[in-house]
């Protein structure tokens, strides 16, 4: 009886829970690891499929634990709606970081990522109740006759209304010409000036596409100054290639990647690689006059700067740290565009985000009392009496919410230049 019948199923039930446990392992191992730097899709697609598929296999050959949560009536419920979410949060989202449409701040805290999280559940919700179950089996169905030209219909006026607004760039007659002209940097091509896909790299980017040639070329005679960092790092490189041009600007920048000696788990391998390279092999075989660091940067990230800077002091180099950028709650361009619509350029800045300057007050004294490194302050450098909107006529200081325009970095440069802060 135990051989044919108990053991089996006790041995059954051990592997679907294995298995389920497993799968669902997985899925929260990516949900809860997975960032900004992490490549995707791709190989990072694996562990939450692979997870899904655990679940389901397991599910197909009896009861586990894992099947007993997801048959729980909250769960099914948030499974039945999980379209509709989908639908939901995503527009909701966009119009938060465009216009604050439901929070104050564009950077959600965790507090108001539960409350959004909550409000898109609701409003999921009753559009599942109100919308999709009546049209679909309730009183509101259509008859097969009016649904199909009903859905051709709004499917076409769709695709036409697209077209315009492609073929267009948006209608842009709405705006004045100045809006018009200062609106187009909104479509900024910042890839040539930050020498992009050659010494800046994206996430998804493998080693070999870094270039020691152009990007790490010294010359005799000439100071070097490696400006490594991440989108940051890289949009300050065409101001300093343009004013320092007696210096080598040497480049090796990946986007959300710092310059560090300690990887985040969530590194992307590209940033491993790079990395690894820098101060692995190129810092302690090659002389650098200066090393610049530059990132967005955040209150986690000290402990690894601290230990990138002592890395750089016990190798006998020079580290000059620049400090966050100026930041506004959406895409400059665009905050321009409208307030110069509305003839109140004085509106726009209301938008600048303060978190980036107290951070900055934070890091140059942290760079004083304990880093010990030169320090440039953005706006110490630029903010004096107010923070720029421009970097030059109808040139926009930023592209997008944090990121300066080849003109930007060129007044931030010319900064620098005046103050002496390149050693």
């Known amino acids: 009886i135990l051989a044919h019948g108990l053991l089996p199923r006790i041995h059954g039930l051990i592997y679907r829970n294995l298995a389920s446990a497993g799968g669902l392992g997985l899925i929260?191992?990516?949900?809860?690891?997975?960032?900004?730097?992490?490549?995707?899709?791709?190989?990072?697609?694996?562990?939450p499929c692979v997870g899904a598929a655990l679940i389901i296999a397991a599910g197909e050959t009896g009861s586990s634990v894992v099947g007993w949560m997801l048959s729980l009536r909250?769960?099914?419920?948030?499974?039945?709606?999980?379209?509709?979410?989908?639908?939901?949060?995503?527009?909701?989202?966009?119009f938060q970081r465009t216009d604050k449409m439901l929070f104050a701040q564009t950077e959600l805290t965790p507090a108001a990522k539960v409350l959004f999280t909550m409000l898109v559940v609701i409003i999921a919700s009753a559009s599942?109740?109100?919308?999709?179950?009546?049209?679909?089996?309730g009183?509101?169905?259509?008859?097969?006759?009016?649904?199909?030209?009903?859905?051709?219909?709004?499917?076409?006026?769709?695709?036409?209304?697209?077209?315009?607004?492609?073929?267009?760039?948006?209608?842009?007659?709405?705006?004045?010409?100045d809006a018009q002209r200062v609106g187009a940097y909104t479509n900024y091509d910042r890839g040539p000036s930050t020498r992009d896909g050659v010494c800046y790299l994206q996430p998804t980017a493998a080693f070999a596409d870094f270039h020691s040639d152009p990007c790490l070329v010294q010359h005799r005679g000439r100071k070097a100054i490696l400006l490594a960092g991440d989108s940051h790092a890289a949009a300050l490189y065409p101001g300093l290639a343009q004013v320092f041009q007696d210096d080598d600007i040497l480049q090796a920048n990946v986007s959300s990647c710092r310059a560090s000696t300690i990887e985040p788990?969530?590194?992307?391998?590209?940033?491993?690689?790079?990395?690894?390279?820098?101060?692995?092999?190129?810092?302690?075989?090659?002389?650098v006059d200066t090393l610049l660091l530059a990132a967005r940067w955040s209150m986690g990230d000290f402990g690894a700067l601290r230990q990138?800077?002592?890395?750089?002091?016990?190798?006998?180099?020079?580290?000059?740290?620049?400090?966050?950028?100026?930041?506004?709650?959406?895409?400059?361009?665009r905050i321009l565009a409208v307030a110069l619509r509305n003839g109140d350029v004085e509106q726009a800045a209301a938008h600048r985000d303060l978190g980036p300057e107290q951070l900055d007050a934070v890091m140059a004294k942290?760079?004083?009392?304990?880093?010990?490194?030169?320090?440039?302050?953005?706006?110490?450098?630029?903010?004096t009496p107010v923070c720029p909107l421009y970097a030059a006529p109808e040139v926009p200081l930023l592209f997008d919410s944090h990121h300066f325009t080849a003109?930007?970095?060129?007044?931030?440069?010319?900064a620098m230049l005046v103050r002496h802060q390149l050693p």
Not at 141 to 160: D, E, Q, Y
Not at 309 to 322: M, N, T
Request: aromatic residues 12%; positive net charge; glycine residues 8%.
């Open 407 to 414: 003109a930007g970095a060129a007044l931030m440069a010319k």
């Open 265 to 287: 788990a969530d590194s992307a391998k590209i940033c491993v690689d790079l990395n690894s390279f820098l101060f692995g092999s190129y810092l302690t075989a090659h002389h």
């Open 139 to 177: 009183r509101l169905r259509p008859a097969p006759r009016v649904l199909i030209p009903a859905t051709a219909s709004v499917v076409a006026m769709l695709a036409i209304t697209s077209i315009a607004l492609r073929t267009t760039g948006g209608f842009p007659g709405r705006f004045p010409l």
């Open 28 to 47: 929260l191992w990516a949900a809860l690891r997975y960032g900004g730097g992490t490549p995707f899709p791709g190989a990072a697609a694996l562990a």
């Open 74 to 94: 909250p769960v099914v419920f948030l499974g039945l709606i999980s379209y509709s979410i989908y639908l939901w949060h995503w527009p909701l989202l966009v």
């Open 366 to 383: 942290l760079a004083v009392s304990e880093w010990r490194v030169p320090y440039i302050s953005v706006y110490q450098d630029l903010c």
């Open 128 to 137: 599942w109740f109100f919308i999709e179950q009546p049209i679909r089996r």
């Open 308 to 333: 990138t800077i002592q890395f750089a002091h016990d190798h006998g180099i020079q580290v000059v740290v620049v400090g966050p950028s100026i930041e506004f709650d959406q895409g400059l361009p």
